[in-house]
Structure formats: C-alpha cells, structure tokens
C-alpha cells in the first residue's frame, strides 16, 4: 500500500490523511510542536465551498458542530454607516452557508476527526530535510529521527520548510503591509448583525466581529502596521484600542474588555509559487499559496487541496497525480488570492483612502457580490467519485 508522510498537522495535515484513507493511502501526520497549532488566531470563516469539500470526505459534522451560520458580512464605515452587505457564500439554498469558528476550534475539529478514523500523530517532529529517491523519500527530522514513505506532502504552513526543499529558490512570502490581532470579550452588549460578521473601515484600521451568542463577542483587528510591537497583556489591549478611540462602532469598548488576546502576527500571503513539487514531493495549502486571512478562503482552499490530492493519488501513479493536481487547483486559488491581494490594499489604506473607500464602496460591493468570480469561488462542488483523467 502506497505511505504519504505528512508535514504538518494545522489544516491541511489531518483533512490530507482522512481523505488519503478514503482513497485506500496510507498517511502519517508529522507536527513540529508537541500539540497541533490551535490556540492561535480567534476566528475566522469556513465558506460554502470548505464546507462542500469536507463533506467530500464525511468530515463536515464535526467541523461544523463548533461555529454557528454567517451567510453575510456587513460592512460599516468609522462613522458606523452600514456601506453594504456582502455574501460569503452561494446564494443557493442547496448549498449550506459558511461557518463561522474560533480557529483553534477547526483546528481541533480536524485532529480529533482525523485521530477518531485511527490516523496516526507524530508529534515533536520538525522536518529539517528529506530525500528522495527512485522508488521513495526519507524525512528527517530535528530530533536526528527518520521517516521513510512513498511521497511526502508539506502542508507545513505559510513559512514551509518542505517548499524550500522542493526548490531552494522559492521565493519567500511577502508581508501585506497589515499586522494583525484578536480576542473574545463577555458580557459587554454590542449592536451585532444577526447572522453576519461586521467588517469596520475604521479610521486608523480595520476591525472584525461576529457575536457568538448574546454574551460573546469574537473580533479581530488589522493595522496599517509593517511589523507591530511586540506589546502584551494590558500594553498589547490599550495599545490596539487606541487605534480605534475615534471610532463610533464598538471596536474600542471591546478590545478594552478582551480576553485571551492574540499576539500581534505580521500577516503574509505567497501570491505565486512556481514549482509546487518535485517527482515525490508536493506543498499544499499555505505552504504553497497563502492568500492571506483577508480572502476569508485560506483554510476553505486548503481543505480543497488536500481532498483533491487524495483523488489525483487514488486515480494516477504519483508524479502524474502531483503534475495534475497542479494544474487543476493552480488557477483557481491564484485567481482568489488576486482578490485578496485588493482587499488587503484597502485594509492598510491612509485616512484620505479610506473615505474615498466609503463613498465607492456601497456602488462597488453589490456589483461584486454578483460577480461571476465569486460564485465560481463559493459553489465549487467536489465530487469524489468522478474519476481524475
Ligand atoms: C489572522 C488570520 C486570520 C485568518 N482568517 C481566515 C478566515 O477568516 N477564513 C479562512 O478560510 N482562512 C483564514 N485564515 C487563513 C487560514 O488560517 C490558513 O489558510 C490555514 O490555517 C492554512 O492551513 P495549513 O494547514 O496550510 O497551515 P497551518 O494552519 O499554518 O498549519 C501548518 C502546520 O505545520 C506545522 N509545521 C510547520 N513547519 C513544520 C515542520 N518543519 N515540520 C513539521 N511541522 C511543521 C505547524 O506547526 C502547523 O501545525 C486566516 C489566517 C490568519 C493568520
């Protein structure tokens, strides 16, 4: 039976073993640090078309049982004018609505699905370097431990080490210009858009919240920031409400009030990767295409990735399957990160951009929301069954 060594135990890691399992491959997860990566980030949004994909694979129950429905985002400006209303999904009604969760709770959706189906973890194992031969590939890890398998899958995340071994001159992700953060906050009420997360073009940033229920907000912020201080605790809170104390929405009163805040991340997107694998090995998700979180896609495309990859696997000899995979999944994500790449242009816009924003975006957003570009990014369907030619 054909052995894939798996980098990586964020995302991409356990959906890419449960669907290899399905395809009859046997997968071993390798994760850096001695959990999975959860903790990190607060929440974001799992689309239609993430959710149509674990579905592929029997994995949406779980995943889904820990966020609520968010079909919309509404958009406001510093001065709270609602600007518009965008969809983050399909407006079928036969395909269910994007999903709104902590991150650490997908992230632990995803393990203990893949960890339920008997799929095994190795964890304290950081890839330091593999090679490949004719018939196989050796992992090496920095603990001096070996692993041996058929092909090896980075899904090692935005600053892989796998893509640096599949070509040392991969170019490196590039900073968006925006730094990021985000936390929960209890007990202070807020005005919410039901069913939505509100998205506030704030006059010194942006800022990011849903209401989980009637006593929990989830938010997050981005600055216009190259690289944030390196701020914690109390100084990281007023730091990050300060940004917003001219603001009329809620983002100030809620940071001041945060729990569990969110270091600040610099945030990165890899807009073009041109050698995505060699004869046996292969990087998927962030690894290989990060359209930074502005695209509210990140982890939808990397829950596609690996259930595609596992259909290519089951249908082609290996360096076949990899060359194909390549060519199915390359247009469609570097379409979506173009996207993401605007929108994170107006996130780290100055105060004069920023009202030029709130006269045309109420015209631009409904134009966009119809666009063919989004449907064809919202009601991508996998069907597992179809044969990959
Ligand atoms: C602030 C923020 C907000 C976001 N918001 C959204 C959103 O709303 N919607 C959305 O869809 N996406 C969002 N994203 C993007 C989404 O989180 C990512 O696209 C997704 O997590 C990528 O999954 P991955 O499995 O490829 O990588 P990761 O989740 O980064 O996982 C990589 C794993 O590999 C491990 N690893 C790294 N190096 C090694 C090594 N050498 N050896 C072994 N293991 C290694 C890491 O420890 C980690 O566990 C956001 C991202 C950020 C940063």
């Known amino acids: 039976m054909t052995k894939a060594l798996i980098i990586g135990g964020g995302i991409a890691g356990p959906v890419t073993a449960m669907a290899l ?12 640090h001695s959990s999975g990566a959860e903790g990190l980030g ?38 709270g004018r609602k600007l518009g ?21 997908l992230y632990e959706a995803v393990r203990n699905e893949a960890a339920a189906r008997g799929i095994p973890f190795e964890y304290d ?34 600053h892989s080490t796998v893509r640096g071994l599949i070509d040392p001159q991969a170019p490196a992700p590039t900073h968006t ?25 704030g006059k010194h940033g942006f800022f990011g919240y849903a209401a989980a229920s009637a006593e929990e907000v989830w938010w997050f912020v981005n600055l216009p920031a190259a690289v944030g201080p390196t701020f914690t605790g109390g100084d990281l809170r007023d730091w990050l409400a300060s940004f917003f104390a001219d603001d009329a929405g809620p983002a100030a009163r809620l940071i001041a009030a945060g729990e569990d805040l969110m270091p600040l991340t610099d945030i990165y997107y890899l807009p073009h990767l041109p050698h995505w694998h060699s004869q046996r090995m292969i990087v998927i998700g962030d690894a290989a295409h990060a359209p930074s979180g502005s695209s509210g896609q990140g982890a939808s495309l990397v829950i596609e990735d690996g259930v595609m990859l596992a259909r290519c ?17 390359r247009p469609r994500v570097e379409e979506i990160i173009e996207r993401a790449a605007k929108v994170n242009r107006t996130k780290a816009a100055g105060r004069v951009e920023r009202v030029v924003q709130g006269l045309f975006l109420p015209i631009v957003l409904p134009l966009l929301a119809r666009g063919k570009s989004m449907r064809r990014t919202y009601e991508h369907h996998i069907d597992w069954d179809e044969r990959v030619a």
């Open 21 to 32: 399992q399905q395809a009859g491959i046997d997968a071993v997860v390798h994760e850096a």
């Open 42 to 79: 607060s929440f974001l949004t799992l689309a239609t078309n993430g959710v149509d994909a674990l579905a592929a694979i029997g994995a949406d129950k779980r995943v889904l049982a820990s966020g609520f429905p968010t079909p919309g985002m509404v958009l406001r400006s510093a001065g």
């Open 85 to 105: 209303t965008v969809a983050t999904g399909s407006p079928r009604h036969d395909i269910p609505p994007s999903q709104t969760m902590r991150r650490t709770d």
């Open 125 to 158: 194992k950081r890839l330091v370097d593999a090679r490949e031969t004719a018939t196989g590939v050796q992992a090496i890890f920095a603990d001096g431990s070996a692993a041996l398998g058929d092909l090896l899958i980075g899904c090692d995340g935005i």
């Open 177 to 201: 210009g925006v730094t990021g953060s985000g936390g929960y906050t209890f007990g202070v009420p807020v005005r919410a858009d039901p069913n939505a997360v509100t998205m506030i073009f």
């Open 313 to 329: 696997l089951r249908d082609l000899p290996i360096p076949e399957a990899l060359r194909r995979f390549e060519t199915l999944r």
